[in-house]
Structures are given as C-alpha cells and as structure tokens.
C-alpha cells in the first residue's frame, strides 16, 4: 500500500521535523513550504513550494495527487508582532481559508485516509485566563474565537463527508533548531548569548519572574504525526503531547551558560523584542568574525523574541497562572516518547552550531 505524506509548513519548526520523522519511518514525502525545509535526514524527498493563501495554486498542485494518502498539516498564518493576532478576526479568516485549500483538491481524489492538525495550549484558552490543571483533552471546548476551532470544525465536516480520519495534536512549548519562525526560543537565546559575549556583559536571565512550564520536542511532535498516521485506533482524537516532565527557563540558565561558553550573571530584566533589534549591526559583525552564514538577525528571530518574553517571564510581577496538561491520553493509546528537556534545548543549540547559525565556541571570542 502506497505511503505518501504531504507535510504542509515543511519549513516551519513542527513541519520540518514532521518530514524527517516520516522519512526515517519510510514514507514517501512532499513536503510543502515556500522555503526548501533544512531537514537531517538523508533520504530523499519532494519539495513542492506552494503558497497556501492561492487557492488557484493549491488546485493545480494537490489536485492530481492519487498517490497522497495522509496529510500532516503543520502551516500556520501568523501576523507581525506574534500574539495581538491570536484574536484578529483576520488572521482566523486566513488560517481557515489555508487548510482548506490544501484538503479540498486531495479529498475530491477519494484517496485520502488521515490527516494529523495541530492545535497547541490556546485550546484551552491559556492565553485569555487561567486553565485547568492538567489540562485535560476531554474538557469542553473554550469559547473563544480561535483559529483552531474554525479549521477544527472545517475538518470534522469534511472527513465525515469524505471518510478519512483526522487526529489533532496540542503541543505545549517546541523545542527545534529552525529560525526565522514565529515561537521558538532556542535560536532567541544562542543569538542573545552571543551578542552579550561581544558586548562584554554576563548571560543574564533576561525576564523578571521564574516559574514551571511545560516544553515539547519537535522531534516528538514529528513521530508522534507517523504513530497517528499507522495506526487507525488514534484517529478522530485530541492529543495533548509534552516531554513529560516540568521545567523553568530560569533554572536551565546557568547550565546554557555553560554550554554555550558564556558567563553567567544576575538576573537582568531585558526585553529582548526591543534589545536583539536594536542589535541588529552587532549581530551583522558577530556573522562576518565567526563565519557564520549570512542571515541578518530579523532572519534568524522572526516573531520568536517576542513569544520569548513571554517566555521568560518579562514584565510579570507574580507567576502566572499554572500551564500544564495531561498527556495521559496518548500514552494510553500507546504512544510513549519522552525527552529530557535541559537536553533537547542543549541538543539544538548545537545543531545551530553545526549549521553555523550561531557561533561555535562563544568562549573566548
């Protein structure tokens, strides 16, 4: 039986690493983002560059695809400055029109089985008001506007009307190497490190308050697209997904500092969606003294410096209200992984390294 995938934001932090959990699992892959995706596996695969906002586009592009069983959906349409667009009206509208140009030509083929959406914390209204803890998938849902919802009913009605299965994931915080995106803080901190380095200062953390959340690695996200995709019994599901432990930013300072060869100092408040950019020509200097690749710091970052205040913290007088769900779900239905959080965001610093995005040895520069 033919195993094809389409991966849409193949480019994108959740859809890279969704590609290569596929490709190391031994599907056939398209990938699908305007930018080729940097992917770690050595298989080959197809890149198809489609703008998901042309519908014209998606026609001519998913509409002879017979060969196109599932669907790994991970394109999302983010506005500037990240988080006023989680309730504009606009950016919902858009979300909504997106993955709807991409299911409509693949299920009028009649060969499509499963598709896998992602949702994340906002389900359960985390950024409006304090959530239940745990979270749990089989509360109600939140009323409030949400992307989700509209894609999610958009989804429900369509697959009952075509007959595939869908399986929709809700990852905490992710964890990756892509930069350039919207909410990824690894790359904010090797690219905060190393321009602290060059300025002489210490690796302060930059927020105002330490408290626990929850982070999930990418690459778990990525496998746990292909368990859902082999196995039926997961389908027309919620699935809350974490590493499986807590964690505070605050408390893996002083080992990143370590790692990446860089003093650690106090706690220093920092808004960093205002300093990196104001660093911009430093950063342009950091590039040409340590090789690197030639990406302005605006590549690098995206929208992520400003989901990394949130991060961090930033501008809080008391913790916020606690974040966590319950993954006990999936680990029912049989799906396990886990990751050491401290490890991974360690593990993708150096991948960043490797891939000469931020300097390899920041000690000593």
């Not at 932090?13 to 080729?36: K, M, P, Q, T, Y």
């Not at 409006?128 to 989700?148: F, G, K, V």
Request: aromatic letters at 10%; glycine letters at 8%.
């Amino acid at each position: 039986m033919s195993r094809t995938v389409i991966v849409t934001g193949a480019s994108g932090l959740v859809g890279s690493a969704a590609v290569d959990s596929f490709l190391n699992a031994g599907w056939d892959v398209v990938a699908v983002s305007r930018r080729r995706p940097e992917i770690i596996s050595q298989r080959p695969y197809t890149h198809l560059p489609v703008d998901l906002q042309d519908a014209q586009a998606c026609r001519r592009a998913f509409g002879d695809m017979p060969e196109a069983t599932h669907v790994f959906y991970a394109a999302v349409y983010e506005k500037p400055g990240l988080i006023a667009g989680w309730r504009d009206p606009e950016q919902m509208a858009t979300n909504l029109s997106m993955i709807r140009n991409v299911i409509e030509p693949l299920a009028a083929s009649g060969t499509l089985r499963h598709v896998s959406v992602l949702q994340g914390t906002k389900a359960y209204g985390v950024h409006l008001h304090p959530i239940r803890t745990p979270a749990r998938e089989r509360q109600p849902r939140d009323d409030h506007p949400n992307s989700y919802w509209f894609q999610e009913d958009y989804i429900r009605e369509k697959a009952a009307q075509s007959g595939f299965g869908w399986t929709i994931f809700r990852p905490t915080i992710v964890l990756g190497p892509n930069v350039g995106v919207a909410m990824n803080t690894v790359p904010v901190i090797g690219v905060y490190a190393a321009v602290c380095r060059a300025e002489g200062k210490p690796f302060c953390y930059p927020g105002h308050i330490s408290y626990p959340r929850e982070a999930v690695d990418a690459r778990l996200i990525g496998d746990a697209g292909v368990w859902a995709a082999e196995h039926p019994t997961s389908w027309n599901e919620h699935y809350n997904l974490t590493n499986g432990e807590v964690f505070s930013w605050h408390d893996l300072w002083p080992s990143l500092a370590e790692f990446l060869g860089v003093e650690a100092g106090p706690d220093q408040p920092v808004r960093l969606a205002e300093y990196l950019p104001s660093r911009a020509t430093l950063w342009d200097e950091i590039v040409k003294q340590h090789g690197l690749r030639p990406l302005s710091m605006a590549q690098i970052l995206g929208e992520s410096h400003y989901s990394a205040d949130a991060r961090f913290g930033y501008g809080l007088k008391t913790p916020p209200a606690p974040a966590f769900v319950s993954t006990v779900k999936i680990k029912q239905a049989g799906f396990t992984q886990t990751y050491d959080t401290e490890a991974c965001v360690k593990h993708w610093l150096g991948v960043l390294m490797e891939r000469k995005i931020i300097p390899s040895s920041l000690a000593g520069a």
